[in-house]
């Protein structure tokens, strides 16, 4: 039984489920651009932390609002949803695209940040190393993509998906793409990435077939300071495939 605890909350008239386990320090987890993975890895975070996790509206438990076209909005949502909570400063860790809107709100609100986690943060402008273009993929081949060992990622996949599992994942592909099927990749972000001045920690797994490995000395050139870790022997979903990527996060936010 999962030792998160569920909250619901109105954000502006957009519904956002939150979950939430542990008590210390508060830790959030801003989760990638599907929600199939889930969140229980994040349990070993809980023996030291508050860690709370929201859906982003358009995924998973959460509301949709179709206004929200670019990450800015995401960022606007949640500044008023820390507000709610009484989230003054707290720690934030990003997965994919959780990471590039993880990282949006640590380059503006900096002063809320402790500490910066980062897994295969997407979001980078690379031509040399171009993230895969996952909205020309179709979404049964995803998942594959995903990690270096299927089986890994199998265990939390219905045997046959009924249409309930099948219309959320059509929904989150719809907001990712209205997200960014017009701009897939902006420059602004980049630019503004010096003001990341917290200490930094960003995960990758070598075998990447999502955002390619070689994207962290990318990064780095815009955040110098970062500390990078690579793990050998694992795709996108590094904290799923390897166990001391998340015991790594986890000594390094405390």
């Not at 956002?16 to 349990?43: K, L, M, Y």
């Not at 695209?97 to 609100?109: D, P, R």
């Not at 219309?167 to 719809?174: I, S």
């Not at 999502?210 to 904290?239: C, M, S, Y």
């Amino acid at each position: 039984m999962s030792k998160f605890t569920r909250e619901t909350y109105t954000v502006d008239g957009v519904k956002t489920v939150v979950h939430a386990a542990g008590s210390g320090e508060p830790v959030v987890f801003f989760h990638g651009a599907g929600t199939i993975d889930g969140f229980d890895f994040a349990e070993p975070w809980t023996e030291r932390f508050r860690v709370i996790v929201p859906y982003h509206p358009g995924f998973g438990e959460s509301g949709d609002d179709p206004t929200f076209t670019d990450l800015h909005d995401y960022v606007m949502h949640y500044l008023e949803l820390f507000d709610s909570l009484r989230l003054d400063r707290f720690h934030l860790v990003g997965l994919s695209l959780g990471g590039c809107l993880a990282a949006k709100f640590a380059s503006e609100h900096g002063h809320r940040i402790k500490k910066l986690g980062l897994i295969a943060p997407a979001g980078m402008i690379d031509p040399m190393n171009p993230m895969l273009d996952v909205l020309a993929i179709p979404g049964e081949q995803v998942p594959a993509l995903l990690v270096s060992d299927f089986d890994v990622l199998k265990k939390r996949l219905p045997e046959k998906p009924d249409l309930d599992f099948i219309g959320d994942r059509y929904r989150e592909a719809t907001t990712v793409a209205r997200l960014l099927w017009e701009r897939p990749g902006d420059p602004k972000f980049m630019r503004y990435l010096h003001r990341i001045n917290m200490p930094t920690m960003i995960v990758w797994g070598d075998e990447d077939k999502v955002i390619p490995v070689q994207q962290a000395e990318t990064w780095r050139k815009f955040i110098p300071n970062a500390d990078i870790r690579i793990f050998k022997g694992a795709g996108h979903l590094v904290h799923l495939e390897r166990s001391e990527a998340v015991d790594e996060l986890g000594r390094f936010l405390g």
